[in-house]
């Protein structure tokens, strides 16, 4: 079955880094543009960062840009958020997206980054 499996969210102090990872499986993972989404608590879900199939364009939020990097390994199948200089107001649930042929879309379960001192 399709699945998509976010780790590691935590709790990681202001400035700081943290990196999640998203490991897919169950579909043609080099043919997905694949995406990070984030919903802070009583907000709306909000597109963070995209990376493309084979050029690996990539887009970001542009209060994120400089400070997170998406990207993906097709051997393994994964898809990564490297966060850097974190802060607060980006505490979220961040969820990983794939975006096939024909509008096909997937969805993992998500994964908790809090951003406290």
């Known amino acids: 079955q399709v699945q998509l499996v976010e780790s590691g969210g935590g709790l990681v102090q202001p400035g700081g880094s943290l990196r999640l990872s998203c490991v897919a499986s169950?579909?043609?993972?080099?043919?997905?543009?694949m995406s990070w989404y984030r919903q802070a608590p009583g907000k709306e879900r909000e597109l963070v960062a995209v990376?493309?199939?084979?050029?690996?364009?990539?887009s970001y939020k542009d209060s994120v840009k400089g400070r997170f990097t998406i990207s993906r390994d097709n051997a393994k199948n994964t898809v990564y958020l490297q966060m850097s200089n974190v802060k607060p107001e980006d505490t979220a649930v961040y969820y990983c997206?794939?975006?096939?042929?024909?509008?096909?879309?997937?969805w993992g379960k998500g994964t908790l980054v809090t951003v406290s001192s």
């Open positions: 990376i493309n199939t084979i050029d690996d364009r990539t």
């Open positions: 169950g579909f043609t993972f080099r043919r997905f543009v």
């Open positions: 997206n794939a975006n096939g042929p024909g509008a096909i879309d997937y």
